[in-house]
């Protein structure tokens, strides 16, 4: 049985960091492209970044790039968010996604697995 379970959401003011972790369990982690993404009510869920099996390439939504690090750790079968500089409009649940292939990552659809989310709440 495939597990994704996230942790590490909170509430931090505006400007403060977070790091979101998604440790998996049930699946050959290297062989899949890892994600997070982001909804808030009444929106579809939006790419925030995705990293490849290797993690030597990464993908960032423009509303993040130069806050936000993805990573991964393929022998602790884990993935990371590290949310720096963070704003209110950061303020979202966030799901850790699993795919097997990379073809249409930034999709929803593409990916097979995910975790059950874990609130992040930037107040000013």
């Known amino acids: 049985q495939v597990q994704l379970l996230e942790s590490g959401g909170g509430l931090v003011l505006s400007g403060g960091s977070l790091r979101l972790s998604c440790a998996a369990s049930g699946l050959t982690f290297n062989n899949y492209v890892m994600a997070w993404f982001r909804q808030t009510p009444g929106n579809e869920r939006e790419l925030v970044a995705a990293v490849n099996r290797g993690g030597s390439g990464i993908y960032y939504a423009d509303s993040v790039k130069g806050r936000f690090t993805m990573s991964r750790n393929n022998a602790e079968k884990t993935a990371y968010l590290q949310m720096n500089n963070l704003k209110r409009e950061d303020t979202a649940i966030y799901y850790c996604?699993?795919?097997?292939?990379?073809?249409?990552?930034?999709?929803?659809?593409?990916?097979?697995?995910w975790g059950q989310g874990t609130q992040v709440t930037v107040s000013s």
């Open positions: 996604a699993a795919a097997r292939f990379s073809h249409s990552y930034n999709s929803p659809d593409t990916y097979g697995f």
